[in-house]
């Protein structure tokens, strides 16, 4: 016995695929305009822009790098908070026992 699924399914997807795209294009079309407007030099030399320079609470020896570990250090501060308040909203939503995706053992998209 197979599982049986309603025929528009599958229009369902190619719409859900196609507001995606859509969305997507509204970010994507002005930025392609306006490429020409941005130096992409400057993003990649700065050496404050490179990821080994941004792990969480990093900071460095160089003194004009001072700056950017006082960012650096409010952004980590940020980002735990956020991961704190997830795991907390998770802990919370699993004791109530309202955690469908806990109990179940994965998350259903639609």
Request: with cysteine.
């Amino acid at each position: 016995m197979g599982c049986c699924r309603s025929p528009g399914a599958g229009g369902t997807g190619v719409r859900r695929a196609g507001v995606g795209i859509g969305l997507a294009a509204v970010y994507l079309f002005p930025a392609i305009r306006e490429q020409h407007w941005v130096d992409v030099r400057v993003a990649t030399d700065d050496p404050g822009a490179m990821i080994e320079s941004s792990w969480l609470f990093a900071r460095h020896a160089d003194p004009t790098m001072a700056l950017h570990d006082v960012v650096l250090r409010v952004a980590s501060i940020i980002a735990v908070a956020m991961i704190a308040v997830a795991l907390g909203g998770l802990v919370v939503s699993w004791l109530r026992g309202d955690c469908r995706a806990v109990r179940t053992g994965g998350f259903r998209l639609g």
